[in-house]
């Protein structure tokens, strides 16, 4: 039997999915800690991320 989650409190509405969300969460956590690659410095993560929007941008601009 799943318990009704009060929105108020929670954007799960039972128990039973926070739990599941909760299990996939922690899991994808682990899979990041356990991956054996060197891990990518804030500042090129934040280049990265900048180049990647900006080429978002640039073809929603040519598809209009």
Excluded: C, T
């Amino acid at each position: 039997m799943s318990i009704l989650l009060s929105p108020f409190y929670s954007e799960f509405e039972s128990e039973e999915e926070a739990e599941s969300y909760d299990r996939w969460f922690r899991a994808k956590v682990q899979a990041a800690l356990d991956d054996p690659r060197p891990g990518i410095p804030h500042e090129e993560a934040m280049v990265r991320l900048d180049q990647l929007l900006e080429e978002k941008r640039k073809n929603r601009r040519a598809a209009a």
